[in-house]
C-alpha cells in the first residue's frame, strides 16, 4: 500500500474562503479512492488586529481595505452565499472580529494531541456560524474541551504562549514559499493549489500524484520539485 498524499495547508480562523476551501477539499477526498494526511499550519491575515475589536466585520474590512460600507456588505453577502452552497452558515452578524493568535496556538497544542483536524473545524465553526469568541482564552480552553482536549493543558499552554513559536515557523515557511493569501495547500511536498478551488481542481491533483507515483514505481525513479514551485491550480491567491 502507497503512503498517503501529503496535503499542508496554510489558513487563518479569520478567513472566510478558509472554511469554504475546507469544505471544498474534504469533497475531493471524498471522490479519491487513496488515503489522505492533512496538516494544517498558520497564516495570520491581519496580525495587527486587537484580540477586543468593538466594531462588527464589515466595520473592520472596511478599514482594513478602505473600501465603502455598501461594497463591503455586498462582498459579505456574496461570500454568505458561496458558503451556504457548501453547507456553511456564516453569521456575520455574530461575528466577533478578533486577533487570532491563540487560536493558531491552540491549533498546534491539538496536532501535538492528535486532534488538529476536529480543532480547525470547530475553530472555523465558532467564528463564521456561532458568534464566539476566538481570541479569549476562557472560551478557547472552552471550545477545546469539546473536541476532546484537556482544560488544563489548553489554559497553561496558552498562557505561557507555549507554541508561539510554531506560529511564527509557520509564517516564516510561507514567506519563504511565497505564499501571499490563503488558503494555500502545498501538496505531496511538490505542487502549490492556491485558493479555495472547486473540489473537481483538488481531486484533479490528488490524482495527479497518485499517477506520478505509479509511474515512479515502475521507473524506479520519482519526480522531482521544490514544494511550491509549481502550479496546479490557477495563479493568485483567493482571499
Sequence with gaps: MSEPISVHVWSDVACPWCFIGKRRFERAVAGYDGEVAVQYHSFELSPDTPVDFTGSAADFLAGHKGLPAEQVEQMLAQVTALA??????????????????????????????????????ALFSAYFEQGRHVGHLD???????????????????????????????????????????????VVDGRYGVSGAQSPETFLSVLRKVA???????????????????????????VR
Excluded at 466577533?96 to 493568535?101: A, D, E, G, P
Excluded at 493543558?153 to 515557523?169: C, K, N, P, Q
Excluded at 499517477?211 to 491567491?237: I, K, N, Y
Design 211 to 237: 499517477d506520478e507515483r505509479r509511474t515512479a514505481a515502475h521507473v524506479g525513479d520519482g519526480p522531482s520539485g521544490d514544494v511550491g514551485t509549481q502550479d496546479a491550480a490557477p495563479a493568485g491567491a
Design 84 to 121: 451556504a452552497a457548501e453547507g456553511l452558515r456564516y453569521d456575520y452578524a455574530a461575528v466577533r472580529h478578533t486577533k487570532t493568535l491563540k487560536a493558531h496556538e491552540l491549533m498546534h497544542l491539538a496536532l501535538e494531541r492528535g486532534k488538529q483536524l476536529p480543532m480547525v473545524e
Design 139 to 185: 472560551d478557547l480552553v472552552e471550545l477545546a474541551t469539546e473536541v476532546g482536549l484537556d482544560a488544563e493543558d489548553v489554559r497553561a499552554a496558552l498562557t505561557a504562549g507555549t507554541y508561539a513559536d510554531r506560529v511564527a515557523e509557520d509564517i516564516d515557511q510561507a514567506r519563504r514559499l511565497g505564499i501571499t493569501g490563503v488558503p494555500f495547500y
